[in-house]
């Protein structure tokens, strides 16, 4: 005999073609695992036909009990042995009566390791579809757009307002902290270079193209990336999983005059604002460098700024903040609307809009630098 | 062969039937500065099936976050295991509430994890067993409310009525002293809500826990609650105590009386006023 006929909390005997089990003392599934995993070996003896039960002596019991039995249930069902409950307590009866017979493990597509050919496919039938949705998002707004300012668009001027604030005003503490840092810190940069070659009075120059060019619309479209951008792909991700989009589809509400539109709008028309609003704070940051660690006056560096800055670079900085604008506002909506219903998903959307917000609005950067640079500007 | 008395079975219970679990005594609670309930007492007897009953916004769920700790009520006490729960530190009320399951409405189920892992994480918190045992303990739960298929299935990918049997199951995954259920039968269909109904009674019988659960749902109140409080919105506190099938039949309270047989009081009976209701 090298199985074991006892364990904690139960005893088996075997009278001729039965085996008995004794049930005793405490059975909780907090202090003891053990027990649950004893039954393929009980069982596993020859010549049994019936298992009994004595619970006479069984203390508390819970669920580790329920486990135990269960499984011994299962054995014995295929084992064709009879599993006589009725020594069990009513209580473990009912419960067990509940319990659904085993089923079979459910059955999961294994995954399978993809090559990289089907991996570069896949990534790329992605990206191809993200194209499409975001392109017609933009083709989307062209189109309402033209409609909105004809008043025949579903929005909500309220709304709008409410969009407006949010991406202007209520953005205006971190666009000035970040863009007076970043004026302060590329004149501080910029300036020791100069100094080497005695011409320190130039980073009046380089902090005027740069800020007016690069820094304010790239860093302040950063900032309202990770701000705004993001904050849009969240509410409306969250509204997917609370079904409110699928409300107002039913009720022929038309989801993007009602809650894209004025996202979109609201961030293109306040991006140049801020664009303009970070510029001066850049400027002025460098100037602060410029007069206090390079004894270079104010009124030169005013003068140096104005034969520096020329129109065609504030254009160009105003137009690339509405490009910026406009790509933050419908990749956030795009994540948004592309979301599943769940609290991940509001998650995973919110930084999906941030990355590809700030991914793309690089990109738009050196698209138009290189096209600027194309047509001699 | 006889059974013995268990801890956690229907017998042992059954050896105490007036012994309570848990006793509010002069109970005031609310959200920020609203007072929504006060002077709420009423004790929940060991193995019964207790409802909180209630018109819309009488605080029914708002008593119910009160039980659970979840708010700080303004006054009164809370009884349980010979503690007043209110005025312990949060490790205690932590300790504690580990003897309790909570089944919220819709399920409240982590997102991020399967329904299999929504069970096995209290287990997996609170417990010392080994994966094994936490598979087996999960597996057992899962099967006892009924769930055969989704079990790795993510919440968003699962019914409503499914939802509802693994927030059971994870509520019963700790084998709680006693069950929270709040408005189980919401989003259920007739049918569903029997089923759903006659799993808490088997439960409950199996399991020997008590069982508190908020509704206004009739047929699940006179189907298998045996006890119970009424709360008032507009006096702001419990107007009526006992069985709901027992205050149907003989409470005189007008808003009891109302509320139970689903008839509006005289003085509510308005005109119809908008077009809609003019046909």
Redesign the interface.
């Known amino acids: 005999m090298t199985e074991p006929l006892t364990g904690r909390g139960w005893l088996a005997r075997i009278d001729g073609t039965n085996m008995v089990l004794f049930l005793s003392g405490e059975w909780t599934a907090r202090d003891d695992v053990s027990r649950m995993q004893v039954t393929d070996s009980l069982v596993q003896r020859s010549n049994i036909q019936a298992l009994r039960f004595d619970s006479s002596n069984l203390g508390h019991w819970d669920s580790s009990l329920l486990v135990f039995l269960s499984s011994l249930r299962e054995v014995s069902r295929r084992r064709r042995i009879v599993f006589d409950q009725t020594g069990l307590p009513p209580a473990a009866r009912r419960l067990l009566a509940l319990l659904l017979p085993a089923a079979p493990p459910e059955s999961v597509v294994p995954l399978r390791n993809a090559g990289i050919a089907e991996r570069v496919g896949m990534r790329a039938f992605g990206l191809w579809s993200d194209l499409i949705g975001i392109t017609t998002l933009i083709g989307e707004t062209i189109l309402r757009t033209g409609a909105a300012v004809r008043g025949r668009a579903r929005t909500r001027i309220v709304d709008l307002l409410a969009y407006l604030e949010d991406a202007g005003i209520a953005a205006l503490p971190m666009v000035a902290l970040v863009n007076l840092l970043v004026g302060g810190i590329v004149a501080f940069v910029g300036g020791i270079q100069l100094r080497r070659l005695g011409a320190e009075i130039y980073v009046a120059d380089l902090i005027g193209v740069t800020e007016v060019r690069e820094m304010a619309p790239l860093m302040t479209a950063i900032v309202m990336s990770g701000r705004t951008g993001s904050a849009y792909a969240a509410e409306i991700a969250a509204m997917q999983g609370s079904e409110e989009i699928d409300a107002l589809q039913a009720i022929g509400i038309p989801v993007f005059d009602y809650l894209i539109l004025p996202r979109v709008s609201a961030l293109t028309t306040m991006m140049p604002l801020l664009c303009m609003y970070a510029g001066a704070l850049g400027l002025f940051g460098g100037l602060a460098v410029a007069v206090t660690m390079m004894n270079i006056s104010a009124a030169s560096f005013v003068v140096q700024l104005r034969g520096a800055v020329a129109g065609n670079d504030i254009l160009l900085g105003l137009a690339k903040s509405i490009a910026f604008g406009s790509w933050i506002a419908i990749a956030g909506c795009r994540l948004g609307l592309k979301a599943g219903r769940s609290a991940t998903d509001v998650g995973h959307a919110a930084t999906a809009a941030a990355v590809s917000g700030i991914v793309g609005v690089i990109a738009l950067d050196a698209l138009f630098d290189v096209c600027a640079n194309a047509f001699g500007l | ?4 008395p ?6 042992a219970m059954s050896q105490h039937p007036g012994d309570p679990i848990l006793k509010v005594h002069e109970l005031a609670f609310g959200y920020g500065a609203k007072l929504v309930q006060r002077a709420v007492s009423f004790d929940v007897k060991r193995g019964s099936i207790f409802a909180i009953m209630g018109a819309s916004g009488s605080g029914k769920s708002t008593l119910l976050k009160t039980l659970l700790g979840l708010l700080r009520p303004r006054a009164g006490e809370i009884i349980f295991g010979g503690e007043n729960y209110c005025s312990l530190d949060d490790d205690r009320r932590a300790q504690i509430g580990r003897r309790f399951g909570v089944l919220f409405q819709g399920g409240a189920l982590w ?2 994890l399967t329904a299999a892992e929504n069970v096995a994480l209290p287990l997996q918190m609170f ?4 994966r ?2 936490i598979d ?2 999960v597996q ?2 899962l ?2 409310v ?1 769930l ?2 989704g ?2 299935s ?3 990918d699962l019914s409503g009525g499914m939802r509802h049997r693994v927030g059971l199951a994870r509520a019963l995954s ?2 709680p002293e006693i069950l929270f259920l709040d408005e189980p039968s919401a989003g259920l269909d007739p049918i569903s809500a029997k089923h759903f109904d006659d ?1 808490v009674k ?2 409950r ?4 826990m008590t069982v508190v659960m908020v509704s206004h749902d009739l047929p699940s109140l006179f189907g298998i609650c045996d006890d119970g409080v009424f709360l008032d919105a507009e006096s702001k506190t419990a107007i009526a105590h006992g069985a709901p099938s027992v205050l149907r039949d003989t409470c005189m309270h007008p808003t009891v009386h109302a509320f139970m047989s689903r008839q509006p009081p005289p003085d509510h009976l308005e005109e119809p006023r908008s077009s809609y209701a003019k046909g």
């Open positions: 062969m006889t059974s013995a268990t801890r956690l079975g229907y017998e997102s991020s417990t010392q067993l080994d094994a045992s087996a303990l057992l739960k099967s006892l009924g055969d298929t079990r790795a993510m919440p968003s700790l084998d799993l088997e439960l019988r199996g399991f020997g």
